[in-house]
């Protein structure tokens, strides 16, 4: 079993940045392809970011490219979400999640190839 913790989410204005975590515990997360999802309300989930095991290949939705990076310390367990230049459409819960597929070699966005999820950390962005 893994269980994941996000923190760092909070309420900021529009042009602030912010790092949210994932701390895992359980289980080392350095064989897993780690994902960042998001949930405003009244829309489905989607793909934030991801990140292969070794942190070798990343992905970001194009929503968010070239505003958030996401990276991973395997020493740590930790996988993080760098998010600058926040817009108030940034306004979700983010959640972390584990891809545990051993054969995993890149990064999937589809929330079905992650076997576990933390409950999520709310980050509000106003004007």
């Known amino acids: 079993q893994v269980q994941l913790g996000e923190s760092g989410g909070g309420f900021l204005q529009a042009g602030d940045s912010l790092r949210i975590s994932c701390a895992a515990s359980?289980?080392?997360?350095?064989?897993?392809?780690m994902g960042w999802f998001r949930q405003a309300p009244g829309k489905d989930r989607e793909f934030v970011a991801g990140i292969s095991w070794n942190g070798g290949i990343t992905s970001v939705s194009d929503s968010v490219k070239g505003r958030f990076t996401i990276s991973r310390d395997n020493a740590k367990n930790t996988v993080y979400l760098q998010m600058n230049s926040l817009k108030p459409e940034d306004t979700a819960v983010y959640y972390c999640?584990?891809?545990?597929?051993?054969?995993?070699?890149?990064?999937?966005?589809?929330?079905?190839?992650?076997?576990?999820w933390g409950r999520g950390t709310q980050v509000t962005v106003s004007l």
């Open positions: 359980g289980r080392a997360l350095n064989t897993y392809a």
């Open positions: 999640a584990a891809d545990t597929y051993s054969g995993r070699t890149g990064v999937r966005g589809d929330g079905a190839s992650y076997e576990y």
